[in-house]
């Protein structure tokens, strides 16, 4: 099993049995944000991320693919509008410290939305990147039209915009497990709620925002952990089953995730779901 999908994470002493949000950030930067690393590369070598590149991730999280596309010589700029937790630890990542040899200027974080960054003056970003992948609940795609409006004032005329998503159901292991947050979240209408990732979501969204596709892909990234409680962990981590937890709780949402993680064990108590996942390059005209 691949490494930098499955280790050992140890439980988080004195978590509280609803979201504790300190504990779910380091869940998800230690467990959950690692599984999609094969789409950050694959977007990144696809474009030719590196030095000279100026890049824009939104809804960058805790940062992993702010460093990865870092790691190859880009300046990045980070902004996220959501926990402040990750964010936190996506500057521990990317800023530099006191006596630490990295510069000053090669990366920005910022807590907001993209235009909180026309207070900073920078300069326009060649590659956009929307890394949170759309397709596992209902609606969650409607959103990205507003900040992808938000943001392409900021980037460069053609430069590429990449946005992410689920890909079909039946080569999504962890469909079934996401099915549990819906049914739980709205029992009346059970996992009917659910709305699976459609083939045309990405292109729709870059043709709202006024973009222009210029190809796409698909990538394998397989959810691996290194036990039940590890996998419960790094999918909670995601935010997705909160209104789950809201409308049930903790203990519930964990004995459900559970059940539906069996038929994913492994004989060593690994578990590993296989997922694919596309992603879309639109251009700013």
Request: contains cysteine; proline residues 8%; hydrophobic residues 40%.
């Amino acid at each position: 099993m691949t490494p930098t999908l499955v280790r050992q994470n140890l439980p988080h002493a004195g978590a509280q049995p609803r979201v504790d949000l300190r504990a779910r950030a380091r869940d998800w930067s230690e467990i959950q944000e690692r599984m999609l690393v094969p789409l950050y590369e694959a977007v990144y070598e696809r474009l030719g991320v590196g030095p000279g590149t100026r890049l824009l991730g939104l809804g960058c999280g805790s940062g992993l693919a702010l460093l990865m596309a870092a790691s190859r010589g880009a300046a990045v700029t980070g902004v996220d509008t959501g926990c402040a937790e990750r964010l936190d630890l996506a500057r521990d990542r990317l800023l530099p410290r006191a006596g630490d040899a990295r510069p000053a200027a090669a990366a920005r974080i910022v807590e907001g939305s993209p235009r909180d960054l026309r207070h900073a003056r920078v300069p326009a970003f060649g590659v956009v990147t929307v890394f949170e992948p759309v397709g596992c609940r209902a609606g969650d795609a409607e959103g990205l039209g507003e900040l992808l409006a938000e943001a392409v004032p900021f980037a460069g005329r053609g430069a590429a915009v990449v946005l992410a998503g689920w890909g079909p159901p039946e080569r999504c292991a962890t469909t079934s497990v996401l099915r549990v947050a819906a049914r739980l979240a709205d029992p009346l209408r059970g996992p009917r709620g659910w709305r699976p990732a459609l083939r045309d979501d990405l292109e729709e969204v870059a043709g709202r925002a006024g973009l222009r596709p210029d190809g796409s892909g698909r990538v394998a990234c397989p959810f691996g952990y290194a036990d039940v409680d590890s996998a419960t962990r790094g999918l909670l981590s995601t935010g997705l089953f909160d209104a789950a937890i809201g409308a049930t709780d903790r203990a519930q949402v964990d004995k459900e995730v559970t059940e539906a993680l069996h038929p994913h064990r492994r004989p060593d108590g690994t578990v590993w779901m296989p997922n694919v996942f596309r992603y879309l390059i639109a251009r700013v005209p």
